[in-house]
């Protein structure tokens, strides 16, 4: 069963350092997006991405933030100077077309900021 | 705006006890609803899902009912195992899915 997959499962980073998440989605979804979890607390969305494009983002995703499709398969989340409280769980999902459509998890990435 | 509650846990019970777990939600229009549960270390997996109002999503044993006019969709399992011992998450979709707090539930032998 296709899965979407993400890389690296842990990532430990010194503050003030950039940071590359990826996320392969499964190959025929067209919609992607990143999620994350401070531990303990509940999943938040980040960004959604349709058409080469950023269809929505929310608060958290600031100016540091920024995502992209570099290639046919990958999606990616950069931070591009890491603070301390970006320290959660990175979910990335996808889905293959419109909103009665699952959004499939990968695993996460676990980032800690130092 | 659109929002999502649910009980708060833990939920702790024996194994073969029944489980309900409390989740409503605030939203226009008429949002796809989902059960996802996080698994100790693991990340998140579909559990169930509906579409519509009157909607009965159901797997591995679990149900949830899309009920418009009490805008919830509670989950429901008639006998838990300890390997239900999970934290489970209601979420509504409006394109991003917005996640309740999340629930962890407890099954012991």
């Known amino acids: 069963e296709p899965e979407v997959t993400q890389t690296p499962s842990h990532q430990v980073t010194q503050m003030g350092q950039e940071v590359i998440l990826r996320c392969v989605p499964i190959s025929n979804h067209l919609y992607f997006y990143w999620y994350r979890q401070i531990l303990g607390q509940k999943v938040e969305f980040l960004v959604s991405f349709y058409n080469n494009e950023i269809s929505e983002k929310s608060e958290i995703f600031d100016d540091q933030f920024s995502v992209e499709r570099p290639d046919g398969s990958n999606f990616t989340l950069k931070i591009r100077s890491t603070k301390l409280e970006d320290s959660a769980m990175y979910f990335c999902?996808?889905?293959?077309?419109?909103?009665?459509?699952?959004?499939?998890f990968g695993p996460g990435t676990r980032l800690t900021v130092l | 705006g659109n929002s999502v509650t649910q009980m708060e846990g833990p939920v702790t019970l024996s194994e073969e006890a029944f489980l309900t777990i409390n989740c409503t939600y605030t939203a226009t229009g008429y949002p796809s609803l989902f059960w996802y549960v996080q698994y100790p270390g693991e990340g998140l997996q579909l559990l169930l899902k509906?579409?519509?109002?009157?909607d009965k999503g159901s797997n591995k044993g679990f149900e949830a009912t899309y009920r418009k006019e009490t805008t919830s969709f509670h989950l429901e399992k008639g006998s838990v195992q300890v390997s239900d011992s999970a934290v489970y998450f209601c979420a509504l979709d409006t394109d991003k899915l917005i996640f309740g707090t999340g629930t962890r539930l407890q099954v012991f032998p």
């Open positions: 509906a579409t519509k109002a009157d």
């Open positions: 999902a996808s889905r293959e077309t419109g909103l009665t459509d699952t959004q499939y």
